[in-house]
């Protein structure tokens, strides 16, 4: 069934191998030099130039917001299923996502906004994200309780005449780094006493709004993430107008449900391309490598390495594309299981090919002279974010246990 990519999938792929052979490959050590000439000078949160150089190339070649399903004024209009395969692409360079407007956080908030958003609020935000002209950040996660249940977030939002007042502590606020972002979507709870799910809400809420403090950034495994981040954000008597809520008091946890399946799978996407290349390198490096008399390749422990890696990148990949062919027919709630199962699968997988990759690379492996180290801490925090691998375990379980009853 997804043997070929379709028509239209074939065509953007074809581009944007292209666009990656030309624009991006080329410049990976000059996009590393620009942000080490940054963190030198002592703020590594800067614009980089070389994104903002390749933004109107991949504009001007078709490939830009290709992650929305839905059209909207002329942008998207690329299925799950057709998507696949061009964010495994962008799953082989971290910071190529961006050069077409298609990375986390923005997409899982252009989605939100464009699924949930009032017309107003498409127009003050949605369009200028769109456009690549700001960046955003989405404020779920909080130090103080543990957030894989979202039931537990304890960030106040109260509603006073017509704003609401907003307070409370979120990290790993992915985006609020970047001096490009503009607007945080924040969830938190707008009634303690209502049913469980109906607690919480979602609000808009302008990065320079008073008594926003970005605190710090957090670092994963020593990177930092620059320039988009992972922010510890303190939100301090925050005043927004009562027309920035997201779909309506209460409404938080459903939106959070609709934002985070298609955030997941476009993680499980990246997570192949980047395993699909750690793979590569392996099989470079073992075939250059000379050790007691012989290559690395010849030996038997790679040879087992390398089919086990092949199976397991297929597998993954295969899982993903029938999740993603799901929530394009059925809808994203009914293809839940399957996006929960490719949450556990991809990240876990590209984390054990990764991680013999670097073995392959010995000592280098583990040094900045080599992709693998940062793509090891990119691919361990994806098993992370949008939820743990124990939270969707859970969820597979009880949907199985279920179908008994």
Not at 203 to 219: A, C, E, K
């Amino acid at each position: 069934m997804f043997a070929d990519p379709s028509p239209k999938a074939a065509d953007l792929l074809q581009r944007l191998k292209a666009f990656f052979d030309q624009h991006i490959y080329p410049n990976e050590e000059r996009y590393h030099g620009e942000m080490d000439a940054f963190r030198r000078a002592g703020d590594p949160w800067q614009t980089v130039p070389l994104i903002e150089e390749l933004k109107p190339k991949a504009r001007e070649a078709g490939l830009w917001n290709m992650f929305l399903p839905h059209p909207y004024e002329g942008n998207g209009g690329v299925s799950n299923l057709d998507y696949a395969p061009l964010c495994e692409v962008m799953g082989r360079v971290h910071w190529s996502s961006e050069v077409f407007n298609c990375s986390a956080p923005d997409t899982g908030n252009m989605e939100t906004i464009e699924r949930y958003g009032t017309p107003e609020q498409k127009k003050q935000w949605l369009v200028p994200l769109l456009a690549g002209e700001i960046r955003s950040a989405f404020l779920m996660t909080e130090p103080a309780v543990a957030s894989s249940d979202a039931t537990n977030i304890q960030c106040s939002i109260r509603r006073d005449g017509d704003h609401y007042v907003i307070n409370g502590r979120k990290w790993f606020s992915s985006g609020a780094g970047s001096p490009r972002c503009r607007i945080f979507i924040v969830m938190g709870k707008t009634d303690p006493d209502a049913p469980r799910h109906a607690q919480q809400s979602m609000v808009l809420v302008p990065r320079d709004t008073p008594g926003v403090t970005v605190l710090r950034h957090l670092s994963v495994f020593g990177y930092d993430d620059a320039p988009h981040g992972h922010m510890e954000v303190l939100l301090e008597n925050v005043r927004v107008p009562v027309d920035n809520i997201l779909l309506g008091e209460g409404r938080g946890f459903e939106i959070a449900q609709g934002r985070l399946g298609p955030g997941r799978i476009h993680h499980c996407m990246r997570s192949i391309g980047a395993a699909e290349r750690a793979l590569e390198l392996m099989c470079d490096r073992l075939r250059k490598r000379i050790a007691f008399g012989k290559p690395l390749a010849e030996q038997s422990v790679w040879h087992e390495r390398i089919a086990e890696s092949r199976c397991l990148i297929d597998q993954a990949r295969l899982l993903t594309l029938n999740a993603a062919w799901k929530m394009d027919t059925v809808g994203n709630k009914v293809a839940r299981a399957d996006i929960a199962m490719i949450k556990v699968v991809a990240p876990n997988m590209s984390c054990k090919v990764v991680d013999w990759a670097i073995q392959a690379h010995g000592g280098g492996g583990v040094s900045q002279d080599f992709w693998l180290a940062e793509a090891y801490a990119h691919q361990r925090t994806v098993r992370l974010v949008d939820g743990p691998d124990e939270v969707h375990r859970n969820a597979i379980a009880k949907l199985e246990l279920a179908k008994g009853l």
